[in-house]
């Protein structure tokens, strides 16, 4: 390991040490304490993100529509302060967006079952670790609680509309 690459990981675990789930901050941002995950958090927060989801999809699609839009809105704010109070931006633990992403991405699903469940998971996780050109874009441009936000996003859309894809691409 280099000596730059070993620098980088102690400031993320000096970082890391600075999240008090006790803050409502660091807990939504941190997906409810899923991002604290010692292990690919973002995949662990993309997964947590399905039992929310099968909540929200109790709700008529106005207020799903209406959630999703808070959800971002608050996310914002909330990732915004967490990487200012542990001085990391994006750091790995904040999983909020992966949430978010997630529940864009399931919006498209023709049916509401395991395997559609499956396949938007493994296209969100796809877009969001390899950042296709306009999401790698937003997410080396767009800086604070915004650009943690945007390419996720951005994923969730691009997902929803491969998913949507697919579907039709097999009905045909």
């Not at 980088?8 to 675990?13: F, N, Q």
């Not at 796809?126 to 874009?137: A, C, M």
């Amino acid at each position: 390991m280099t000596i730059l690459a070993s620098l980088r990981e102690a400031l993320k675990d000096s970082a890391k040490r600075r999240i008090r789930i006790c803050n409502p901050w660091h807990l939504l941002a941190t997906g409810f304490g899923i991002g604290l995950f010692p292990v690919m958090p973002g995949t662990m927060g993309s997964l947590a993100a399905i039992p929310c989801w099968l909540l929200l999809i109790q709700l008529s699609w106005p207020l799903y529509s209406l959630l999703i839009t808070c959800s971002i809105c608050i996310g914002i704010y909330v990732c915004y302060q967490t990487t200012r109070d542990i001085q990391v931006h994006d750091h790995s633990s904040i999983v909020w967006d992966e949430f978010v992403g997630m529940w864009i991405t399931l919006t498209a699903l023709p049916v509401n079952n395991l395997q559609w469940v499956i396949v938007g998971l493994i296209i969100f996780r796809v877009l969001d670790i390899w950042k296709p050109i306009p999401i790698r874009w937003l997410d080396h441009n767009v800086r604070g609680g915004i650009g943690i936000m945007i390419d996720d996003i951005f994923a969730g859309i691009l997902s929803a509309g491969i998913i949507y894809l697919i579907n039709y691409s097999w009905l045909m």
